[in-house]
């Protein structure tokens, strides 16, 4: 199979071949430097041990010529360096293992007209990789490559999607104009090596330092000189991570057309449509069972968990089921992102999902699928399954031996947890990411305006644009301060320089003001709304209250917030070498802070619903914190037993003060919804 690249992939590959040529140069002029400091070093400590023989001359010429070997070195220690990638989390599978696999996998590098990989594993994920153990010399000699396989990505796709995904990552190497973004790759590992992975060769200098007090000098003088290459190195690496950033991108969107002509445009679509929410689902049960480690509760099978939360979660979101699966459109993947910046991902490899799909459809390359359950293509895949949740859960400490929770058990507790932790979907995601608003005032209603029209898409649309104008904006603020090192950036379809960065913010900003109205108008309508039908209710006493009650709290958050940003900022001294007398003097300062925290503690504890998600441990710790006057530091030594207390209690009070504001909050949407469910049975009736 043979894909013509595009003239994008042509450019960015000019480009990424440039930069390694301007690299190779530079590299060459500090190698030849290096060489001739080691040369006049070597001869130098020569001349000086021949000209006076002693112990003094013979230290000074020693440490003289190993400060030229040790620099020299250094430039070409990258070349005895080896990657090798931890396999520790992989389980290999064999062709007598699943054959059905592997005869996909035979099909795949055939079309791609590349070489089968040298190992096949699992990984519990929701992603496939391939990866190889690379070195200077991969550059040059042929490397086997290995695939990676997730659980997590098996579970959550087609037999036709799965193919589609693998062909995608042999598409990688299957192409010659391909191997490009090899070299490139590798330059950047070399450059990377050498500005930033030099633990080793700092240890061998301090231990030649150590031999001798005169060797310290030269010990320093090496690292001087060797610090003055990382500079210009780390510049180089900055010019090549850019293109390579850029031609990563091509990259991708050149094997997306290598999978298309394999396994269809339309399965690689879906796939990646669908790739958050599985990957989301996976991290939600991840989550719910790192919640409860403390209570010593493990899962079987956390595939099969995955795939029901993952269903859950389409289901709460209303999408569309093909071939069991959840059907995600790229507008319903893309509804609360909408940023207008596009810095052609110079931080990032993958180009975005929209552009891949965009791409993937203009393609419209049709061919046969089989939808059947990927997870058919094993023996057993739910014993597959078993043996990989084992093994996950393995790497976890418990108090006691841990059980498994039943299936039945899990689905009631995570959509009990789920419902505990969202708010009602009446409200369209208006409030996931925004509050009520707490300086709204009672004022006349249109008579217009109803529920609907409040918590359409359009309002919640404004919602997600001012996050994304906000969120631009500090990038681009960062780009203008040149925290940033860019040329050129995209904003709303059009090109701009790094130096006309600044002349876009009071564009947002406007922007921005425009959008807060419209959301403070509609915030105005919803209270004014909801003030209405609890006056027709004879509620409106209580809705005022309870919104009331938000809104002080509102108010008090950042001050009991600013609580906890001091005795952080208060207590870095304890993981600092810091003199006796001022850690005395740091715990006299901290005695205030400490009263206004046992205060806060205290009151928290007494809330049933805040401790609910603590375990019997914390709480006696807590209780045991606010009870007692501890003693922190005394005859120049820490308690460490009582400094733990302290900062549990330290790091528990953001938990309290986040879990009270969405519990207050919670409070008043849950008044709203109720108001908002009578007054439609009312109309009804």
Same mark, same amino acid.
């Given at each position: 199979m043979h894909i013509q690249v595009s003239q994008d992939f042509r450019e960015k590959a000019k480009a990424a071949v440039s930069s390694i040529v301007v690299f190779i140069f530079v590299y060459l002029l500090i190698f030849l430097f290096t060489i001739v400091l080691a040369l006049a070093c070597i001869a130098a400590g020569i001349w000086l041990i021949a000209a006076k023989p002693m112990f003094v001359t013979l230290m000074l010429g020693a440490g003289l010529a190993a400060t030229g070997l040790f620099v020299f070195y250094f430039i070409i220690k990258f070349l005895f360096k080896k990657h090798i990638n931890d396999r520790s989390y992989l389980t290999e599978i064999k062709r007598s293992d699943e054959p059905e696999l592997f005869k996909m996998i035979d099909e795949i590098v055939q079309e791609a007209e590349t070489n089968f990989p040298k190992k096949v594993y699992l990984s519990n994920d929701v992603n496939a990789s391939?990866?190889?153990?690379? @070195?200077?010399?991969s550059m040059f000699f042929p490397i086997q490559k290995n695939l990676t396989i997730g659980a997590g990505l098996i579970n959550t796709t087609t037999k036709q999607e799965l193919k589609a995904i693998l062909s995608h990552e042999f598409g990688h190497f299957s192409q010659r104009s391909m191997k490009v973004g090899s070299y490139?790759?590798?330059?950047?590992q070399i450059i990377f090596n050498l500005v930033n992975d030099d633990a080793s060769y700092r240890n061998s200098l301090e231990k030649f330092a150590s031999f001798s007090s005169y060797f310290t000098l030269f010990a320093s003088l090496a690292?001087?000189?060797t610090s003055k290459i990382q500079w210009i190195l780390a510049k180089m690496y900055s010019y090549v991570n850019i293109r390579h950033m850029a031609l990563s991108r091509e990259m991708e969107f050149h094997a997306d057309e290598v999978a298309a002509n394999i396994a269809g445009?339309? @399965?690689?679509e879906e796939s990646l449509l669908r790739l958050e929410l599985a990957n989301n689902s996976y991290n939600n049960v991840?989550?719910?069972?790192?919640?409860?480690?403390?209570?010593?509760?493990s899962s079987k099978n956390i595939y099969k968990e995955q795939f029901f939360v993952m269903n859950f979660l389409a289901d709460q979101s209303e999408l569309e089921t093909k071939y069991d699966l959840p059907y995600v459109k790229l507008a319903e993947s893309g509804l609360f992102n909408k940023s207008k910046l596009n810095i052609e991902n110079q931080w990032a490899s993958h180009p975005s999902t929209e552009d891949r799909v965009a791409k993937l459809k203009q393609l419209n390359i049709v061919k046969d699928r089989d939808d059947q359950p990927a997870k058919n293509l094993f023996k057993d895949f739910e014993k597959t399954e078993e043996k990989l949740t084992a093994k996950l859960f393995a790497n976890v400490q418990y108090d006691r031996g841990r059980t498994d929770l039943e299936f039945e058990i899990f689905k009631a507790e995570f959509e009990n947890q789920y419902q505990k932790d969202s708010f009602d979907k009446i409200f369209n995601n208006y409030y996931d990411n925004k509050n009520p608003d707490s300086e709204v005032q009672?004022?006349?209603?249109?008579?217009?305006?109803?529920?609907?029209?409040?918590?359409?898409?359009?309002k919640v649309e404004l919602v997600y644009t001012l996050i994304a104008l906000e969120n631009d904006k500090k990038t681009i603020e960062a780009i203008a301060n040149k925290e940033f090192v860019l040329k050129t950036f995209d904003y709303d379809g059009r090109k701009y320089k790094s130096t006309e960065a600044k002349n876009l913010i009071p564009e947002i900003d406007q922007s921005m003001t425009e959008i807060?109205?419209?959301i403070k108008k509609n915030d105005s309508n919803i209270y004014n709304y909801f003030l209405k039908i609890s006056e027709n209710q004879g509620r409106k006493s209580n809705f005022i209250n309870i919104y009331q009650s938000f809104c002080d709290y509102d108010k008090q958050y950042e001050e009991k917030y600013k609580l906890y940003t001091d005795l952080v900022n208060g207590t870095t001294f304890i993981s600092e070498r810091t003199p006796f007398e001022q850690i005395k003097n740091h715990f006299v300062k901290l005695k205030s802070l400490e009263e206004n925290l046992k205060q806060e503690i205290r009151f928290h504890l007494q809330n049933p619903l805040l401790i609910s998600e603590l375990n019997e441990k914390d709480v006696k710790d807590l209780n045991?914190?606010?009870?007692?006057e501890h003693i922190y530091f005394r005859n120049e030594e820490y308690f460490d037993f009582n400094l733990q207390l302290l900062i549990k209690a330290i790091n528990t009070l953001p938990y309290f003060l986040h879990r009270k504001y969405f519990l207050i909050k919670k409070e008043v949407l849950t008044l709203m919804k109720d108001l908002e469910d009578h007054h439609r049975v009312e109309k009804v009736s």
């Open positions: 391939v990866f190889y153990d690379s @070195s200077f010399w490139v790759y590798n330059v950047n690292i001087f000189i445009s339309v @399965s690689l991840l989550n719910f069972y790192e919640a409860r480690i403390s209570k010593n509760q009672e004022n006349i209603l249109s008579d217009s305006i109803n529920f609907d029209l409040l918590f359409d898409n359009e807060k109205d419209q045991d914190y606010i009870e007692k």
